[in-house]
Each structure stands twice: as structure tokens, then as C-alpha cells.
């Protein structure tokens, strides 16, 4: 998948810092409403304690046969819980903003969310997610069986 990379500057400084982001330049385009629904479903099961560099995924089905991937690291050495309000921000943003999915960093935070062709897999495997992530590591754990966006 062919990337392009971008860096943001926040405009307000109560906003957390944006480390950097990337647009995937290909591949499947969001529906933006299955997607939010989808962003939702996720940040259900993203959500909680994490510890430092741990990362999660979800993965949620979506009608005619797509597959919305959801990825959400822990950034820094500390553990820290995340909100239901703080995942579905972060996650809307790569939803809205980068029209094939993408990847964002922020101080405390890392999301990635990417539409796919075709049925999620009953489970994730860590092995793929790392192949197709490169910033997922051996911490990754799969925080939800596959579930369905209509």
C-alpha cells in the first residue's frame, strides 16, 4: 500500500501533540457511516489499561464483505487506561481525515485504521497484524473475536 506522510501541527494547545500521520494512498475507501459505527464497535473493545507499548486490535466486519482493521499502541514506557471518548477521537480522526485509512501518533497514543476487501478473519492473527503494521510488536494482543458493523 502506498503511503504519504504528513506532520501536524496542533493549533490549540490544549489538543495533544500530533507526533506524525500518514494517508494510506490506496486501497479500499471508508463508507463513512459503516465506518463510524464501526469506530464505535471498536473503541468498545480497545478500551481499558494499557502498559507501556502495548498495542490492541479489533477488527469489525462490515457489509458487502470489508473488514475495518483498528489498531490502538500505547505510547511511552507507563501504563495508562484510555477512555471510550479519547479511542473514538483518535480513531475518527483517521475515519474523517484520510479517506483509505491511515496512521496517527500523539504523545501518550498511536492509531491506525484500515479498510479492507474482504471477510475478517475469525480470529487476528498476531503474526499478520505484524506483517501489515510494522509499529506492532510482540505485546500486540487481539482484544476482540471478529464482530459485525451492519
Not at 480470529?123 to 506483517?131: D, G, P, S
Amino acid at each position: 500500500m502506498k503511503v504519504s506522510n504528513f506532520l501536524l501541527v496542533p493549533l490549540v494547545t490544549v489538543l495533544p501533540a500530533i507526533v506524525s500521520g500518514t494517508c494510506y494512498g490506496s486501497g479500499l475507501e471508508w463508507d463513512r457511516e459503516k465506518a463510524i459505527n464501526a469506530v464505535d464497535k471498536a473503541c468498545k473493545a480497545l478500551v481499558g489499561n494499557y502498559p507501556g507499548g502495548q498495542a490492541k486490535v479489533s477488527n469489525i466486519n462490515v457489509k458487502p464483505g470489508n473488514c475495518y482493521h483498528f489498531v490502538l499502541r500505547r505510547l511511552g514506557g507507563t501504563n495508562k487506561s484510555i477512555a471510550l471518548g479519547e479511542c473514538k477521537s483518535g480513531m475518527l480522526h483517521e475515519v474523517t481525515g484520510c479517506q483509505r485509512g491511515g496512521s496517527t501518533g500523539y504523545d501518550n497514543w498511536a492509531y491506525i485504521a484500515d479498510p479492507n476487501q474482504g471477510v475478517c478473519p475469525k480470529k487476528a492473527r498476531r503474526n499478520q497484524v505484524e506483517e501489515d503494521y510494522e509499529d506492532v510488536t510482540d505485546d500486540t494482543e487481539m482484544a476482540t473475536e471478529v464482530e459485525t458493523a451492519e
